[in-house]
């Protein structure tokens, strides 16, 4: 069921170092700048590619939607994704619930702050009548990753 949005996202990255961590978003709450790079102290590494899940609560424009993944509410910024694949405009709709591949990317502003931006590069619809497990598989499978991710730290350290 939720392999649809991996084997998008895998066509076009096969780059394992550069695989999307599943997380919630409340982990990117956080972020420190360590060696010029960010650092997300909840996740306790470096990370380029996000995959998430969550319902759409917004859409402004061919530009921004926000997502809730019911930990934390972010915008997406899924205008290059909509030029590439105008088709994927219906699964962007309020109320829809979703998987998304996105990138991070750091911006600082003036003033020195940074700024969060979640590019989303892939995205598949997860409501569809024999999707009604999507949500509560996704919590599993987050917290499966995270304890992945800590046991793979302890066994490096």
């Known amino acids: 069921m939720l392999d649809r949005a991996h084997t998008l996202t895998m066509s076009h990255h096969t780059d394992l170092s550069d695989a999307a ?17 960010v650092f997300f102290p909840r996740l306790d590494q470096q990370v380029r590619r996000v995959w998430v899940q969550g319902y759409i609560t917004e859409r402004d424009g061919d530009d921004i939607v926000d997502i809730d993944d019911g930990t934390e509410v972010m ?29 991070l990317e750091v911006h600082c502003e003036l003033g020195g702050e940074a700024v969060l931006d979640l590019r989303a590069e892939s995205v598949c619809t997860l409501d569809a009548p024999g999707d009604q497990l999507a949500e509560p598989y996704w919590w599993l499978e987050v917290a499966e990753a995270q304890q992945l991710r800590r046991s793979e730290g302890a066994g490096s350290r």
Do not use: M, W
């Open 21 to 37: 961590l599943k997380i919630f978003l409340a982990e990117l709450r956080v972020a420190i700048l360590r060696n010029g790079q």
């Open 75 to 103: 915008s997406l910024d899924v205008e290059n994704l909509l030029r590439e694949r105008p088709g994927v405009g219906e699964a962007l709709q309020a109320g829809r619930y979703v998987s998304c591949v996105c990138k």
